[in-house]
């Protein structure tokens, strides 16, 4: 079955960075586009970014357009989030999904707990 592993979360600064990923199994990777999705406390789950298949495409959401870079390793099936310039609003727990948009029957790991707080 689908295995989405997220990884790569923590607390930083105002202004810090993380490199989130995603190791997946159960499933031939490069067949399909990948989704990064978060939730904050109490908000409904958004669509952060989508790389297609061969990686050449990305769609990235305006609240972090130019500081957020989508990528993907189909020979290691993992996809991956650099997240630069962290703000408060960055706060959420992120997950990556199968896909190009978020549904209650998409797939998702566990997630990762991102905090920006000085």
């Known amino acids: 079955q689908v295995q989405l592993v997220e990884s790569g979360g923590g607390l930083v600064q105002p202004g810090g960075s993380l490199r989130l990923s995603c190791v997946t199994s159960?499933?031939?990777?490069?067949?399909?586009?990948m989704s990064w999705v978060r939730q904050a406390p109490g908000k409904a789950i958004e669509q952060v970014s989508t790389i297609y298949r061969g990686g050449g495409r990305t769609d990235t959401a305006l609240s972090v357009l130019g500081r957020f870079t989508t990528s993907r390793d189909n020979n290691k099936n993992t996809l991956y989030l650099q997240m630069n310039n962290l703000k408060p609003e960055d706060t959420a727990i992120y997950y990556c999904?199968?896909?190009?948009?978020?549904?209650?029957?998409?797939?998702r790991g566990q997630g990762t707990q991102v905090t920006v707080s000085s």
């Open positions: 999904t199968t896909g190009t948009r978020y549904s209650s029957d998409s797939p």
């Open positions: 159960g499933f031939t990777f490069s067949d399909y586009a």
